[in-house]
């Protein structure tokens, strides 16, 4: 979703707002601006498109100066032209501003100016705030911008600056993630690390209702009230490497092979084979009570939903505790009565996602305990839960999440393994458990390694319009995931099913140019896939199968099976999703698709 990047030091900013904008594109955006500023001159550029397009219209400009603020916007309140893109400015043009996350009052307030003769230039609701800060402030842009953070209601992050103040930017924050990053040559913003990591990997996050004044000497913060705040730095792991694309087309593709080595990360220090327990240091801090846990609700969006659809399986066969798993954005609205010592969990690769955050504040009020497995080190979801488990997988770039939702499967494992262990799971059971997640990593080479079968089966089904994928128990959600890789990247519909629902419905889509993955390895829903799967096959619908090594029945009754290693049924999920993750790839390949950055999706979804 929307991005901001901001520099102010020694160098030139035109060169690093550009770089930091690149960073940020995976994010999602379909314009794009920036504001450098020398002295009291504010020169701002802004495009639709790619920043391609915004780096084409600067190219051959001399823009100096040594302070700027850069943006990415993915459209929300108006369309994206570029009279809406960031930065926006008060009707003077003395104050410039870019803004993530959505002024809900503005219409208000938008009204309000107007009756008082402010003449607006754009839809949005980020001009609103440049009126705002334009008309309050008298000499500082620190209390301009204070005194508007009590005028405004909603959710953002920015960024200002002021003619008359030169190399100073004012930001704040509230319910919209803003990082401060501290280098030798100066100070750094941003919403996300990637966009500074090539310059610094030293930071410091701005926590909610939080401002702060940076220049290219130093840096303050205060609280919303001006009450001064300290906080020390912390260095992140991520490095500008991370985020390249290291000889692979497309980051979906690169992500797709690094699980191996993202499992070995997840898996990383935490196993002890010899006892059958896992070690997870990160949930230490609660294990008293979470030892005595029996109540569990999974919240999450997307993939990392599905992830936690496996998870309630897992939880059940290895413990003893009770799950439910909910739609982050629906959970505000189920009348859920949490038993005492309910812990909720929230899964999300960016820890950024508003409607998991919502989720989360919403469970904390009615008394449950809060956990997280997150990506991003020090992201909001990771700050505002008691504890929680990180997946070290590095950045995942491409929208459509790969690396994180097995590393999720991983670390679930781990958790139900651990609390499993605590109740009723035998040592036998948590030995042969840790056996199987070591073997994971080569297990998946192994799925990788028929990436060519899998391209030509893409190749030869990508033009159908309809898909259906089928699965039962661990492998019902793989069915889910599967459906939402294809749609999302080739932007071919597809459904997901549980293959138990066929005959309720939607068997009558059956026709022989609806392709149907059907996920069947050798577990106990078998022989139950099986007959599904002959059901398909009487009435002309092709069959693609993600089966088990060695499965010969299979191949008699599909038409194209794609293998995967033996291995603990529930950890069946793992492998299974792979074949999934590179059929969806290869079909929006075929078709030419922006694989990385889908029409009207963005990677971290700051918005309810
Ligand atoms: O960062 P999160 O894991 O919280 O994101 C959740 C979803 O927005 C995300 O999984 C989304 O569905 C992806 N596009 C799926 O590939």
Same mark, same amino acid.
């Given at each position: 979703?929307?991005?901001?990047?901001?520099?102010?030091?020694?160098?030139?900013?035109?060169?690093?707002?550009?770089?930091?904008?690149?960073?940020?594109?995976?994010?999602?955006?379909?314009?794009?601006?920036?504001?450098?500023?020398?002295?009291?001159?504010?020169?701002?550029?802004?495009?639709?498109?790619?920043?391609?397009?915004?780096?084409?219209?600067?190219?051959?400009?001399?823009?100096?100066?040594?302070?700027?603020?850069?943006?990415?916007?993915?459209?929300?309140?108006?369309?994206?032209?570029?009279?809406?893109?960031?930065?926006?400015?008060?009707?003077?043009?003395?104050?410039?501003?870019?803004?993530?996350?959505?002024?809900?009052?503005?219409?208000?307030?938008?009204?309000?100016?107007?009756?008082?003769?402010?003449?607006?230039?754009?839809?949005?609701?980020?001009?609103?705030?440049?009126?705002?800060?334009?008309?309050?402030?008298?000499?500082?842009?620190?209390?301009?911008?204070?005194?508007?953070?009590?005028?405004?209601?909603?959710?953002?992050?920015?960024?200002?600056?002021?003619?008359?103040?030169?190399?100073?930017?004012?930001?704040?924050?509230?319910?919209?993630?803003?990082?401060?990053?501290?280098?030798?040559?100066?100070?750094?913003?941003?919403?996300?690390?990637?966009?500074?990591?090539?310059?610094?990997?030293?930071?410091?996050?701005?926590?909610?209702?939080?401002?702060?004044?940076?220049?290219?000497?130093?840096?303050?913060?205060?609280?919303?009230?001006?009450?001064?705040?300290?906080?020390?730095?912390?260095?992140?792991?991520?490095?500008?490497?991370?985020?390249?694309?290291?000889?692979?087309?497309?980051?979906?593709?690169?992500?797709?092979?690094?699980?191996?080595?993202?499992?070995?990360?997840?898996?990383?220090?935490?196993?002890?084979?010899?006892?059958?327990?896992?070690?997870?240091?990160?949930?230490?801090?609660?294990?008293?009570?979470?030892?005595?846990?029996?109540?569990?609700?999974?919240?999450?969006?997307?993939?990392?939903?599905?992830?936690?659809?496996?998870?309630?399986?897992?939880?059940?066969?290895?413990?003893?505790?009770?799950?439910?798993?909910?739609?982050?954005?629906?959970?505000?609205?189920?009348?859920?009565?949490?038993?005492?010592?309910?812990?909720?969990?929230?899964?999300?690769?960016?820890?950024?996602?508003?409607?998991?955050?919502?989720?989360?504040?919403?469970?904390?009020?009615?008394?449950?305990?809060?956990?997280?497995?997150?990506?991003?080190?020090?992201?909001?979801?990771?700050?505002?839960?008691?504890?929680?488990?990180?997946?070290?997988?590095?950045?995942?770039?491409?929208?459509?999440?790969?690396?994180?939702?097995?590393?999720?499967?991983?670390?679930?494992?781990?958790?139900?393994?651990?609390?499993?262990?605590?109740?009723?799971?035998?040592?036998?059971?948590?030995?042969?458990?840790?056996?199987?997640?070591?073997?994971?990593?080569?297990?998946?080479?192994?799925?990788?390694?028929?990436?060519?079968?899998?391209?030509?089966?893409?190749?030869?089904?990508?033009?159908?319009?309809?898909?259906?994928?089928?699965? $039962?128990?661990?492998?019902?959600? !793989? %069915?889910?995931? #599967?459906?939402? =890789?294809?749609? @999302? /990247?080739?932007?071919?519909?597809? *459904?997901?099913?549980?293959?138990?629902?066929?005959?309720?419905?939607?068997?009558?889509?059956?026709?022989?140019?609806?392709?149907?993955?059907?996920?069947?390895?050798?577990?106990?829903?078998?022989?139950?896939?099986?007959?599904?799967?002959?059901?398909?096959?009487?009435? $002309?619908?092709?069959?693609?199968? !993600? %089966?088990?090594? #060695?499965?010969? =029945?299979?191949? @008699? /009754?599909?038409?194209?099976?794609? *293998?995967?290693?033996?291995?603990?049924?529930?950890?069946?999920?793992?492998?299974?999703?792979?074949?999934?993750?590179?059929?969806?790839?290869?079909?929006?390949?075929?078709?030419?698709?922006?694989?990385?950055?889908?029409?009207?999706?963005?990677?971290?979804?700051?918005?309810?």
């Amino acid at each position: 979703m929307c991005g901001i990047v901001c520099y102010v030091g020694k160098k030139q900013a035109k060169p690093i707002l550009l770089d930091g904008l690149k960073q940020l594109e995976y994010r999602g955006y379909d314009s794009a601006g920036v504001a450098v500023q020398q002295g009291s001159d504010i020169d701002c550029y802004r495009s639709v498109g790619k920043i391609a397009e915004l780096e084409r219209k600067l190219n051959g400009l001399e823009i100096n100066g040594t302070t700027g603020i850069a943006h990415t916007r993915w459209a929300t309140h108006g369309e994206p032209t570029e009279e809406n893109a960031h930065p926006h400015s008060d009707q003077d043009e003395n104050v410039f501003v870019i803004h993530n996350g959505i002024i809900e009052n503005y219409h208000m307030l938008k009204k309000k100016l107007e009756k008082q003769g402010i003449k607006f230039r754009s839809e949005t609701d980020t001009e609103v705030l440049a009126q705002l800060i334009g008309l309050n402030y008298e000499g500082s842009l620190n209390e301009a911008v204070r005194k508007t953070m009590s005028q405004v209601e909603g959710t953002f992050g920015v960024a200002v600056i002021h003619k008359d103040v030169p190399d100073e930017i004012v930001i704040a924050r509230r319910g919209s993630p803003l990082i401060i990053g501290v280098s030798e040559d100066g100070h750094f913003a941003a919403s996300d690390v990637s966009a500074m990591v090539r310059y610094t990997n030293k930071v410091v996050h701005l926590e909610e209702n939080e401002l702060a004044t940076l220049t290219a000497d130093g840096f303050s913060m205060s609280t919303a009230q001006a009450k001064p705040i300290e906080r020390s730095m912390e260095t992140v792991e991520w490095r500008i490497e991370d985020a390249e694309l290291d000889g692979f087309p497309h980051f979906m593709l690169k992500e797709i092979y690094e699980q191996p080595e993202t499992i070995k990360n997840a898996l990383r220090g935490r196993l002890e084979p010899g006892e059958g327990v896992p070690k997870l240091g990160g949930i230490m801090p609660v294990w008293d009570t979470l030892k005595e846990c029996r109540h569990l609700v999974i919240v999450a969006c997307g993939t990392s939903y599905y992830a936690g659809c496996v998870g309630r399986y897992l939880f059940e066969k290895l413990t003893e505790i009770d799950v439910e798993v909910e739609l982050a954005s629906e959970f505000r609205y189920r009348k859920l009565n949490f038993p005492p010592n309910t812990f909720i969990l929230a899964l999300s690769q960016s820890g950024e996602t508003a409607d998991t955050l919502a989720a989360l504040r919403e469970a904390k009020r009615k008394g449950a305990s809060l956990l997280g497995v997150v990506n991003v080190v020090g992201s909001s979801i990771s700050r505002e839960t008691e504890a929680g488990v990180y997946n070290h997988a590095g950045p995942e770039i491409g929208v459509a999440s790969t690396k994180i939702f097995t590393s999720q499967l991983a670390i679930l494992t781990l958790m139900a393994l651990l609390l499993g262990r605590h109740q009723n799971l035998s040592l036998t059971e948590g030995v042969e458990a840790i056996r199987a997640l070591q073997a994971l990593p080569d297990q998946i080479k192994t799925v990788l390694s028929q990436a060519n079968h899998i391209e030509a089966v893409a190749e030869q089904y990508y033009k159908c319009g309809n898909w259906l994928f089928l699965g $039962r128990k661990y492998n019902y959600p !793989i %069915a889910l995931e #599967g459906a939402l =890789k294809l749609k @999302e /990247i080739s932007y071919i519909h597809a *459904e997901g099913y549980p293959a138990g629902e066929m005959k309720h419905g939607p068997i009558a889509l059956i026709n022989p140019d609806m392709p149907t993955v059907a996920v069947v390895p050798r577990d106990d829903m078998y022989e139950k896939m099986i007959s599904n799967i002959q059901e398909i096959k009487s009435r $002309r619908g092709p069959v693609i199968a !993600i %089966a088990t090594q #060695g499965d010969e =029945k299979i191949r @008699e /009754i599909a038409d194209e099976v794609i *293998e995967i290693p033996e291995t603990l049924q529930y950890l069946n999920p793992i492998l299974s999703v792979v074949p999934c993750q590179l059929l969806a790839y290869y079909c929006a390949s075929f078709l030419g698709r922006d694989i990385d950055k889908p029409r009207n999706l963005a990677k971290s979804v700051t918005v309810e």
